[in-house]
């Protein structure tokens, strides 16, 4: 009998690790196409690297738990909490070990500690590396002080000491909370987006209204850039005129040293990045001293000098590198929102005032440049070749009823959720999700339909959180945002809470299935039954904390979010619902102002490339003509 159920653990290992190669494989080609669809130009190949590595632990876990209960079997209570037992019945103890740990690792030490170097101004790699490591270090110091004061604490209590179970207490305490968070915010915001843009004309007059908001965000970033190249200007200047001055030689500054040449050199090269942008953003620069007064951004360049005139210190230029590197994180993400909603403005009104087909001979000429949007409507681009017929079709006749369908069953899974989140505390079991499972439940031979039906909540539930995470402009730079447009710096920062959250909402997910834990084989469980050493943090308040995901569930049914950030002084998109009719119909023909003479602007671009075009081509036409006869 041992024999036999040695073979068939055996079986078992092979068969998993037989699943988890393509798994593996799959999980890897996903992180890897959402980092290369976003990731920007010049972002390094470390950097890519760590991130695809920290999205395919972030997949993996979602893949890996619906395997883990389909593994799961019934078992005596007397057979203790031996690890190796557990290993031995569940194959998939040790891969949810390396996971767990792993996670922990790169969310918590190596993730941060990338961005902080991203985000420094220092001007070599070892220079930002230590200015990262200075920078989370402080991190560090109050996570340090949080965990031994509770090892302290607990050690007091229990009369005994636990390190690791504070550890995991402590990291999936903080991790529920911002579950909670994100959770409540995207069961409510994802089904209403859905059905919000299953009506061209609503988000038509939503992209104007905030079209105003977005216009002087992107003339605040370019104003704060020309103020921060002011600055880097004057630094410079003070350091020229530091060298050609004799009284400065042999201050010990340091300032005509090879390494501080390469400072400011590398600043004035980061400079030049920005310092011819693009027209759209050219034409809101300004030469005008009273942008910094209306921003309150009044910059001292006197400060930049030493108290005995001496030049900045390269301390100073990496202070001005980093605020460089923010404006310019800033001016993109200003810019990208601005196209967004232009292009969303575009496009619903394509999509509001379309009444018909397009005639049989209505081709579209086709631009040189894509970007630049003329008055042609956007629905009727290509519609003469199969891709654009199929297109106008989806969105003349299908498009509303496919959203107002998806609104209606992303409602219908928040509705689940929030029951069964509701629910938790009560001694019944009534989550719907523990219902589908049990009727999927054929036995030992649980197959794939049981893991689609474990795996359907549970992806849902990450679509929520995450697409809340994405989405949340609060984050400024650090969004991800359009195709090749989000810079190294937003790709870590997702990163880093994708695979932090992963684990207390995988928890969150096993506790709402109220999965009998102490009678049963799940890896997952025992990888984190460790917790249920702390008390309270350990156990009830993973019971009651989701409570909280009703709370934010309401508050941002009811626009609280909306509320928040206005008091703070961050526009949120569902602020255009809290004005009255009056100021809202104002910031309306504000936008369509703005949007009208932005396309206006790009057409006369246009028109002035393709008349440029047309000489320079005339132009050699006639030289090439001019020469032949000069042959002949």
């Known amino acids: 009998t041992e024999q036999s159920g040695g073979a068939a653990k055996m079986k078992t290992s092979i068969t998993l690790v037989q699943s988890l190669i393509p798994l593996i494989s799959l999980l890897l080609c996903l992180a890897l196409y959402v980092v290369r669809h976003y990731v920007s130009p010049g972002t390094s190949w470390f950097i890519q690297f760590l991130v695809t590595v920290s999205f395919t632990f972030g997949f993996f876990g979602l893949a890996l738990m619906p395997i883990d209960l389909s593994l799961t079997t019934s078992?005596?209570?007397?057979?203790g909490n031996n690890d190796a037992d557990y290993q031995s019945v569940n194959a998939t103890y040790v891969p949810w070990l390396v996971t767990y740990w792993s996670t922990m690792f790169l969310a918590f030490s190596i993730l941060p500690l990338s961005r902080e170097t991203l985000q420094s101004g220092y001007f070599s790699i070892t220079s930002r590396m230590r200015d990262g490591c200075r920078k989370a270090a402080r991190a560090y110091f109050l996570m340090a002080i949080v965990g031994i004061t509770s090892v302290i604490v607990l050690a007091v209590y229990l009369r005994d000491i636990h390190i690791v179970p504070v550890i995991m207490a402590l990291g999936n305490t903080y991790g529920l909370l911002l579950v909670c968070l994100l959770m409540g915010y995207g069961l409510v915001d994802l089904p209403r987006r859905w059905w919000r843009q299953a009506c061209p004309a609503s988000e038509l007059r939503r992209a104007r209204i905030m079209a105003g908001s977005a216009d002087e965000a992107l003339f605040d970033a370019v104003w704060e850039l020309q103020d921060c190249e002011e600055s880097i200007d004057a630094a410079v200047s003070a350091i020229e005129d530091a060298r050609q001055s004799s009284g400065h030689a042999g201050t010990g500054e340091?300032?005509?040293?090879?390494?501080?040449?390469?400072?400011?050199?590398?600043?004035l090269k980061w400079r030049d990045k920005t310092a011819t942008l693009s027209p759209e953003l050219e034409r809101r620069r300004t030469t005008s001293h009273r942008r910094n007064q209306d921003n309150g951004q009044i910059e001292d360049n006197a400060e930049l000098m030493g108290e005995d005139g001496t030049p900045p210190s390269i301390e100073t230029l990496a202070k001005l590198g980093a605020r460089l590197k923010r404006a310019?994180?800033?001016?993109?993400?200003?810019e990208q929102k601005w196209n967004s909603l232009v292009d969303q403005a575009r496009w619903f009104a394509d999509l509001a005032e379309g009444d018909g087909p397009p005639p049989p001979d209505s081709a579209v000429t086709p631009r040189?440049?894509?970007?630049?949007?003329?008055?042609?409507?956007?629905?009727?681009d290509q519609s003469n070749t199969m891709k654009g017929k199929i297109r106008y079709c989806w969105t003349r006749?299908?498009?509303s009823t496919g959203y107002r369908t998806m609104g209606m069953l992303t409602a219908g899974m928040s509705v689940m959720v929030l029951w069964s989140e509701a629910t938790l505390a009560i001694p019944i079991n009534l989550s719907p999700f523990a219902l589908f499972l049990g009727a999927a439940d054929k036995g030992e031979n649980r197959g794939i339909w049981y893991q689609i039906a474990a795996m359907v909540p549970l992806l849902y539930m990450a679509v929520c959180i995450f697409s809340s995470l994405f989405k949340l402009s609060i984050f400024g730079p650090f969004c991800l945002r359009g195709k090749k447009q989000s810079p190294g710096v937003a790709l870590v920062f997702n990163a880093q809470y994708l695979v932090r959250l992963q684990f207390p909402l995988i928890y969150n997910y096993l506790l709402v299935l109220k999965y009998d834990t102490s009678s049963t084989t799940c890896a997952f469980s025992k990888v984190m039954s460790n917790m249920e050493t702390v008390p309270f943090f350990g156990t009830s308040f993973n019971i009651y904390a989701p409570l909280l995901i009703l709370a934010f569930g309401l508050f941002t049914l009811v626009n609280g979010?909306?509320?928040l950030l206005g008091l703070l002084g961050f526009?949120?998109?569902?602020?255009v619902y809290l004005s009255d009719q009056e100021t809202l119909d104002a910031k309306e023909n504000e936008g369509i102002t703005l949007i009208r003479r932005h396309g206006e602007r790009q057409a006369s671009r246009?028109?002035?490339?393709?008349?440029?075009?047309r000489s320079e081509e005339d132009g050699g036409g006639r030289k090439s003509s001019s020469f032949r006869n000069g042959i002949v």
């Open 75 to 79: 078992v005596d209570s007397s057979d």
């Open 368 to 380: 040189r440049n894509a970007r630049v949007q003329t008055a042609e409507p956007l629905v009727m």
């Open 254 to 267: 340091g300032f005509e040293n090879e390494a501080y040449t390469k400072c400011v050199d590398k600043l």
């Open 561 to 563: 979010y909306a509320r």
């Open 571 to 575: 526009e949120h998109e569902d602020m």
């Open 397 to 399: 006749y299908f498009r």
């Open 328 to 334: 310019q994180a800033n001016i993109v993400s200003a």
């Open 606 to 613: 246009s028109e002035s490339e393709d008349l440029k075009l």
